[in-house]
């Protein structure tokens, strides 16, 4: 999968810099990488294992991470979730994980805990360089300060503050989830196929739509009351997901979607 355009990521970007965390025991690897990164724009920062990626983590809080999975002592998938716990009640740091060719468990694994992305070793430099800009695209890509926020079933969503609750309770999300729980609730009722999620809310025109399912697996154990008899997406078999904002097979009904602001539902 990649993102569906860029022009040359080897040249600096004026609208996507920032600091990236490269975490790989790989010598030769974090060379490569750290030196196509440098060229695009960005400032890397370096460790060789988990423990030294969580030090740096804390030192310079980075804006994204390169993780390699397979690293010695603390793997990358314990790394991934130290760093989502870390969190706390700030948007988590995306990742882009580096996974050995054909493991797909690994892969999915990856994207269970957490991977806003992944490439597939061995890879091309300029296309990890792609694949962070466009993990750091999403991330900075700023909602009018006036979008409504979006309610539904127990959930609100602040695209502008990328705020969202359920019950009032903040609910931590990652890069993906946030955007994908978002793309739902714009489009209650409607029937989204994973090609679709995939080219809305990820920007790719094609890719591995486990990703997608991945994704709204986790989005689920996150708002749902039973995320194994799922009430709110809906899996409609053979065409893609519902987001139910109607009447729930018992009968009872869920709140309908609103589209003030949070400031404005208080009066």
């Known amino acids: 999968m990649a993102p569906s355009t860029e022009a040359d990521p080897g040249r ?126 999403r991330a900075s890509a700023a909602d009018p300060a006036d979008a409504p926020l979006l309610a539904a079933a127990g959930l609100a969503v602040d695209p502008a503050a990328r705020r969202a609750t359920k019950g009032g309770a903040e609910l931590a999300l990652t890069l993906r989830e946030f955007d994908l729980l978002a793309y739902f ?14 080219r809305e809310v990820w920007g790719w025109d094609f890719g591995d739509l486990s990703t997608v399912t991945v994704h709204v697996r986790r989005l689920r154990a996150k708002i749902e009351d039973d995320p194994a008899d799922p009430q709110l997406i809906r899996t409609v078999w053979g065409a893609g997901y519902r987001f139910e904002t109607g009447p729930r097979p018992d009968g009872r009904s869920l709140p309908a979607a609103a589209g003030r602001r949070e400031e404005d539902s208080r009066a």
């Open 185 to 198: 609730l714009r489009h209650p009722g409607q029937v989204c196929d994973r090609e679709r999620l995939m």
């Open 12 to 137: 600096p970007s004026a609208d996507i810099t920032g600091r990236v965390l490269v975490v790989d025991d790989d010598p030769t690897v974090s060379e490569v990488v750290t030196g196509y990164l440098e060229r695009a724009g960005f400032t890397v920062d370096l460790a060789a294992d988990g423990p030294a990626a969580l030090d740096a983590a804390a030192r310079h809080r980075p804006d994204l991470v390169v993780l390699d999975l397979m690293l010695p002592g603390m793997d990358g998938l314990e790394v991934c979730r130290r760093l989502r716990a870390r969190s706390g009640g700030r948007p988590s740091v995306p990742v882009v994980m580096l996974t050995a060719r054909g493991d797909e468990d690994d892969r999915i694994l990856g994207l269970e805990v957490g991977a806003d992305d992944y490439v597939t070793k061995p890879f091309s430099p300029r296309e990890l360089v792609l694949r962070v800009r466009s993990v750091l695209r």
